[in-house]
C-alpha cells in the first residue's frame, strides 16, 4: 500500500516539482504510455466516498469527499452549503460537482504556493498547510426559505444564531465527527458563526473561525483581491494596458466580494465606469449612488438585461451557471466588433449541467476571442486566507492570523493565468480545460513524488510516513 510522505522539506518540494508530467506508464508491461494525469482526470469524475445522513425535520446532509491525493492526512475541505433542491438526485449532483471542483482549487491553490515557495515568495509551512483535498457538504431543507436564517434580516455577523440553525447543527457535528477527516467551513446560507458552534463540538474539524475565535474571519476581502488581481493581469494580456483606466466594468452582484471588488477598482483606478447589477435593487442603486459620489460614471440596470450592456470586463460575483449559451450570444450581440473579457469570483460560472451547453459555451467564447479567467483561479483567496488561521503557519508570523500576509499572497494568482492565457493562445484549449488540467497535472506530480502505481490510485486508501 502506497505511503504519502507527511510534511514536505524544501528540498523535497524542489524535488515535488521536478517530477514534472510527462507520459509515464501505469502498468508494467504496457504495449503503449498512458498520461498520468489523464488518470486523476478520470479519478475526480467519481468520488472516493459520499455519505448520507438523514436530519430529520425534512432536513438531509450529503457530504462529498472527492480525491485526497495530496492530502497526506486524508483531509478534505469544502464549504457547508444550505439549500433547498427540487429533489435529492439534484442535491447529489450539486455536492459531487462542488466537491470535484474544490479538489481543483486547493491543488491549484497548492501550485500556486509551490511555485512562490520555489521562488523565495512563500515558506514551505504554506505549502504543507495547503495539501487539502477537495469535498463539499450541502444540507438539503425540505423547507428551505431564507427566512428561516438568522442573518435573513440582520446580515451583521454580530447577531447570534437562531434556535433553528444551532438545533440543525447540533444534529451536522456528530456526523462530522463520525466521518473525522472532512473540515467544516462556511458556504452559502452558513459563515463564521457556524464555525464558531461547530468547533465547540468539533474542533479541530472546522476553518473560517471569527477573527474574535482567533480564525481568519470572513475571506471575502481576500477573494476580492484575487478577484481584482486577476482583472489587471487579464487587462495586461488581453489589452496591453496595466491598470483599469478607461475601461468600462459590469458587475454582476455587490455582496460581501463584489462590494469589495469596487473598493479595490476604486482605490487604484481613476477614470472607470461601471455598470451595477444586484437581486437587491436598493444595494445596487446605493452603490451607483455611491460611486457617483466619489466622481465615477456608473449606472444600475436589472439583472436580466446585465448581458445586453457594452462593456470590456464582465465580472460575475453573484450566482453560477450564469455563462451558457444564451448569454454569452447576448453579450456578443451588445459587443458586436468589440472585445471583451470575462473575469468574477463567482463559482461554476460555466453552466456545466451538460456536456453540450459546456462545449456549445466554450465554442462562443473561442469563436468570438472572448478571454474568459477560469473561476477557480480568479477565486482562490477564499481558500488561501484559511490557511494562515492554521497552527503551524501561525508560528511563522508571531502565532496569529495577519491578514496582510495573504492580501501579497494572492498576487501569485498573475502568473498562473499568465500562463493559462498563453498556453490558451499557443493551443486554442478553453480555459477552463486549460485551468483543470494544470490542476491534475499537479496531482499526478505528488502521484509520480509518492510512487502511486495505477492500484494505488484506484484504491485511493493511503498511508501516512514521517
Given amino acids: ?9 524544501i528540498n523535497d518540494l524542489h524535488r515535488l516539482m521536478q517530477s514534472g508530467n510527462s507520459s509515464v506508464s501505469l502498468k508494467a508491461g504496457a504495449s503503449h504510455s498512458e498520461r498520468l494525469d489523464k488518470a486523476v482526470n478520470a479519478l475526480l469524475e467519481s468520488p472516493e466516498g459520499m455519505h448520507f445522513e438523514d436530519l430529520g425535520e425534512g432536513l438531509g446532509i450529503y457530504v462529498v469527499r472527492n480525491n485526497t491525493i495530496i492530502s497526506p492526512q486524508g483531509l478534505y475541505l469544502g464549504g457547508v452549503r ?9 442535491a447529489v449532483m450539486d455536492a459531487r460537482k462542488l466537491a470535484r471542483g474544490m479538489t481543483h482549487k486547493w491543488a491549484m491553490l497548492n501550485l500556486m504556493l509551490a511555485n512562490m515557495a520555489v521562488e523565495g515568495r512563500a515558506t514551505i509551512e504554506e505549502v504543507n498547510a495547503s495539501r487539502m483535498g477537495g469535498g463539499k457538504a450541502v444540507i438539503n431543507d425540505n423547507h428551505y426559505d431564507k427566512k428561516r436564517f438568522s442573518a435573513f434580516n440582520h446580515p451583521s455577523l454580530d447577531v447570534p444564531l437562531n434556535d433553528l440553525e444551532m438545533k440543525v447543527l447540533d444534529r451536522v457535528a456528530p456526523v462530522i465527527k463520525l466521518l473525522g477527516r472532512y473540515v467544516f467551513a462556511p458556504d452559502m446560507n452558513t459563515d463564521t458563526r457556524h464555525v464558531d458552534y461547530m468547533s465547540q463540538s468539533v474542533p479541530g474539524l472546522v476553518a473560517c473561525l471569527s477573527s474574535q475565535s482567533g480564525g481568519s474571519g470572513d475571506p471575502s476581502v481576500i477573494t476580492a ?3 481584482y488581481e486577476s482583472m489587471l493581469e487579464t487587462v495586461k494580456f ?8 478607461g475601461l468600462t466594468i459590469a458587475l ?9 471588488v469596487v473598493k479595490y477598482i476604486i482605490s487604484e483606478n481613476k477614470n472607470v465606469r461601471f455598470v451595477i447589477t444586484d437581486k437587491d435593487e436598493a444595494k445596487a442603486l446605493e452603490m451607483v449612488s455611491a460611486l457617483g459620489s466619489r466622481g465615477f460614471d456608473a449606472i444600475y440596470v436589472p439583472s436580466e438585461t446585465v448581458y445586453d450592456q457594452q462593456f470590456d470586463i464582465f465580472s460575475p460575483n453573484a450566482t453560477g451557471q450564469i455563462l451558457n449559451p444564451t448569454n454569452v450570444k447576448k453579450m456578443i450581440a451588445a459587443n458586436t466588433g468589440k472585445r471583451f473579457v470575462v473575469v468574477g469570483g463567482a463559482n461554476n460560472q460555466i453552466d456545466d449541467r451538460n456536456k453540450s451547453t459546456r462545449e456549445e459555451t466554450e465554442a462562443l467564447l473561442h469563436e468570438y476571442d472572448i478571454t474568459y479567467a477560469p473561476d477557480f483561479v480568479v477565486n482562490l483567496g477564499g481558500i488561501l486566507n484559511l490557511i494562515y488561521e492554521l497552527p503551524d503557519v501561525k508560528k511563522g508570523v508571531d502565532g ?21 492565457f498563453s498556453r ?9 480545460s486549460i ?3 494544470l490542476a491534475e497535472e499537479h496531482i499526478a506530480r505528488y502521484a509520480l513524488f509518492n510512487r502511486l502505481n495505477r492500484e494505488d490510485l484506484i484504491q485511493r486508501n493511503y498511508k501516512v510516513s514521517r
Wanted: glycine fraction near 12%.
Fill in 1 to 9: 500500500m502506497a505511503q504519502i510522505v507527511n510534511f514536505l522539506t
Fill in 82 to 90: 444550505w439549500n433547498g433542491y427540487d429533489n435529492e438526485d439534484a
Fill in 225 to 227: 483581491r484575487g478577484v
Fill in 238 to 245: 488581453r489589452f496591453g494596458v496595466n491598470n483599469l483606466d
Fill in 252 to 260: 454582476q452582484g455587490i455582496g460581501k466580494v463584489g462590494s469589495h
Fill in 400 to 420: 496569529s492570523y495577519n491578514q496582510e500576509i495573504p492580501l501579497d499572497r494572492i498576487k501569485g494568482v498573475r502568473p498562473i493565468l499568465n500562463h493559462i
Fill in 424 to 432: 490558451n493562445l499557443k493551443r486554442g484549449e478553453p480555459t477552463q
Fill in 435 to 437: 485551468a483543470e488540467r
